[in-house]
């Protein structure tokens, strides 16, 4: 890598051209690509040079000629882009038909979502390659917030409502439950664990669609930050063991939106006891964390939905 340039430049030695490539995603069922072409006006404006594999953006509805049109070549082979980049931007993280191209040159930057702790593979691939890998996920601005998490964490969580309502209806398997309820039958119980980015995103659609919502989260702090935003439309809960086997009994929907970490250093008891009730009860449960720590569980009784 021959040095990142940091706001707008010219070319010169201190802030030289960087080749950005931009391979199409194929990882199974994904639809995204890693730049807009927005993207690629900021950046070819800049001086920088883009290269989009073919095809790229058809998963998201994005045409190559949009790319030309905004400064970008189109390369039809994927180890051209790999092979030519400073950077590599990417949505997901390589899988194994893209583990060869990271080694093709070992000056470069791969810049993607890796959340390597789901995969060994992926991070034994990296490691051989030798190249510096920037996972997206653990990028902080100097308040210590995650700027590119957080986008990811608001799809998630206004995913969840939606899909898990899905597999409450009976055409989504569920028992036959539509979720905002009618005039004379009531509305569904959406219980929310974790009021951070996905818990509120989450929130914001389950009240929406006018389910019977609630809340928990360990900080008091932020339950009063719910409180206050939602101005009543949902109900508020101090997470303790107790309070979540309690709201989960009779939940037709349990959306998990804590970190696993968090969770795990702190009372794992709590967590394993609310998805152990959420499987038993067969309630539809839409896991939010990346990492499922209950494999063997799932599918016995109701198949979670992951989101992402
Ligand atoms: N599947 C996807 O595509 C996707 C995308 C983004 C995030 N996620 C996952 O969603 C989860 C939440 O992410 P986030 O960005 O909202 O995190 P966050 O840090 O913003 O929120 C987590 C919240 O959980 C609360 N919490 C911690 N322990 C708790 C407990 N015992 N009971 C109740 N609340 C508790 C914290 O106080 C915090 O408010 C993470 O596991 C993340 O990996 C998944």
Redesign the pocket.
């Known amino acids: 890598m021959r040095g990142l340039p940091t706001g707008a430049q010219t070319h010169t030695k201190e802030h030289p051209t960087v080749i950005i490539g931009v391979p199409k995603e194929i990882k199974q069922d994904e639809y995204h690509v890693a730049i807009t072409p927005a993207g690629v006006r900021e950046r070819t404006s800049a001086g920088h040079i883009v290269h989009v594999e073919q095809g790229a953006g058809e998963g998201s509805s994005i045409p190559d000629a949009e790319y030309v049109r905004t400064g970008a070549k189109i390369l039809p082979d994927p180890d051209e882009v790999w092979g030519a980049a400073d950077m590599v931007l990417k949505v997901k993280e390589p899988v194994q038909p893209e583990y060869h191209r990271m080694s093709l040159r070992k000056d470069q930057v791969l810049f993607t979502y890796l959340h390597l702790a789901a995969s060994r593979e992926c991070t034994d691939a990296l490691v051989a390659a030798g190249n510096v890998a920037i996972a997206y996920e653990t990028v902080r601005l100097p308040d210590n917030s995650?700027p590119l998490?957080?986008p990811?964490?608001e799809?998630?969580?206004r995913m969840a409502p939606l899909v898990a309502s899905h597999h409450l209806m009976r055409a989504g398997g569920g028992r036959g439950t539509l979720v905002c309820g009618v005039p004379g039958v009531e509305a569904a119980k959406i219980v929310i664990?974790?009021?951070?980015?996905?818990?509120m995103a989450a929130a914001t659609l389950a009240v929406g669609l006018h389910a019977s919502v609630y809340i928990?989260?360990?900080?008091l702090e932020?339950l009063r930050q719910v409180d206050h935003h939602f101005r009543g439309a949902l109900e508020t809960i101090a997470?303790s063991t107790h309070a979540?086997e309690e709201q989960c009994a009779d939940a037709d929907i349990v959306i998990g939106?804590?970190?696993?970490t968090?969770?795990f250093t702190?009372?794992a008891s709590?967590?394993v006891a609310v998805a152990v009730a959420v499987l038993l009860l067969g309630l539809p449960f839409a896991f939010?964390?990346?990492d499922d720590p209950l494999p063997r569980l799932r599918g016995r009784r109701a198949p979670a939905a992951?989101?992402?």
């Open positions: 995650l998490l957080t990811m964490s799809v998630a969580g664990l974790g009021a951070g980015v996905s818990g928990l989260d360990k900080n932020r997470s979540i939106a804590v970190l696993v968090t969770i702190g009372n709590g967590y939010l964390t990346g992951p989101i992402g």
